[in-house]
């Protein structure tokens, strides 16, 4: 079946449900599913986030110091670290004030990989592209 | 035949989303369909063997067993279901245990998929 | 794509179902979703059964709720879950839960 493209939509803000964090670590899994599958097929992931999704990425997150938890922030990184696609829509970053800059990178830990925010209509792409789609 | 894979999030008891992740299953493979269930997030704690049916409380584990003997894989997220003191000891018996490739594996070989997140 | 929706609640947290756009986009309302099918708010349906025209209600959610099949909007199609099976299968390559 080779590279089956998936399309992870998250929805929800992170720090409430867990579903929002869960939708990073299921996406970062992709990278030590091939021991599952035959030789040459392969799982594509692209992380999106809308809507009232796009809360709770923003650099500077203290989770760990005040909660005990791994940040969002720290997932976002990892994501980056494993070549991970983030699209991170444009309008709802707008629509909530948060501006781009404050979206978090892993240069500290030597991604070259960036969060790119897009507008909805590539994640629309993202999301007629993929085989399935996972809404969280 | 076609294959559906669900991932169910929300936990057994607290909402009624868990109910029908498992009635749908339990039509597609009625009607002859392979079906692969993961449980993650609170969904994973319904994996623990011994539940009592109370009438007022959703139950999981005589379905879930419904299933595994009608073919259905359910395989739980190893690490939700420890967090939350649920170990393959205590377990439903049949139910597997895994990391979330596991998910990712039986989604690539998967005709349609529902990720049905959790509350 | 042709994209089946599962709305499970009535009252949307989310704007994504207003902006995904599809060849063919249908809506299963189930669970409180299907408050969408049945009732009016302030005397105006749903805006959601404007959304899409293949919209279908689950019969077993909607009687578990104590209404009637007769009760759900007439651009709706009640399904049981055998139905639902078909439709995933046969009429939409992909499904969202919202």
Redesign the interface.
């Known amino acids: 079946m080779g590279d089956v493209k998936l399309a992870f939509v998250v929805q929800k803000p992170q720090y409430k449900s867990e579903t929002s964090r869960l939708a990073i670590t299921h996406a970062i899994s992709y990278q030590t599913v091939e021991i599952l599958l035959e030789d040459g097929d392969i799982v594509t992931p692209t992380l999106c986030f809308v809507g009232e999704g796009v809360l709770g990425l923003q650099k500077g997150q203290k989770a760990m110091d005040l909660y005990g938890i791994t940040s969002t922030e720290t997932h976002i990184k990892n994501c980056l670290l494993v070549d991970l696609d983030v699209l991170v829509c444009k309008e709802d970053l707008a629509k909530y004030g948060i501006p781009e800059d404050m979206m978090p990178d892993a240069e500290d830990m030597g991604a070259d990989k960036k969060i790119k925010v897009a507008p909805f209509s590539e994640i629309q792409k993202a999301m007629e592209d993929a085989k399935h789609v996972l809404f969280f | 035949m076609a294959t559906l894979t669900i991932g169910c999030f929300p936990g057994l008891v607290g909402n009624m989303t868990y109910d029908f992740a498992l009635k749908l299953a339990e039509a597609a493979v009625n009607k002859g369909h392979k079906v692969n269930i993961w449980f993650s997030g609170n969904a994973s704690g319904s994996v623990k063997a011994k539940q009592k049916h109370l009438k007022d409380y959703s139950t999981g584990e005589k379905h879930l067993r419904a299933l595994i003997e009608k073919g259905v894989e359910i395989c739980t997220c190893e690490a939700c279901s420890i967090a939350r003191g649920v170990d393959k000891t205590n377990a439903i018996e049949g139910i597997q245990w895994n990391a979330m490739h596991w998910y990712l594996a039986k989604i690539h070989a998967s005709d349609r998929v529902l990720q049905i997140g959790g509350e | 794509?042709k994209?089946a929706v599962?709305v499970?609640d009535f009252k949307l947290?989310?704007?994504?179902l207003e902006?995904?756009?599809a060849d063919k986009l249908g809506i299963i309302f189930?669970?409180n979703g299907v408050y969408h099918a049945t009732t009016k708010e302030n005397g105006k349906s749903s805006s959601l059964l404007d959304k899409a025209p293949n919209l279908y209600a689950l019969s077993?959610d909607i009687q578990t709720r104590g209404m009637k099949d007769e009760d759900v909007d007439k651009r709706v199609k009640v399904v049981n879950?055998?139905d639902?099976?078909?439709i995933?299968?046969n009429e939409y390559?992909?499904?969202?839960?919202?």
């Open positions: 794509m994209l599962f499970s947290a989310c704007d994504t902006r995904l756009n189930v669970a077993e879950y055998s639902v099976v078909d995933i299968f390559d992909k499904l969202a839960w919202i």
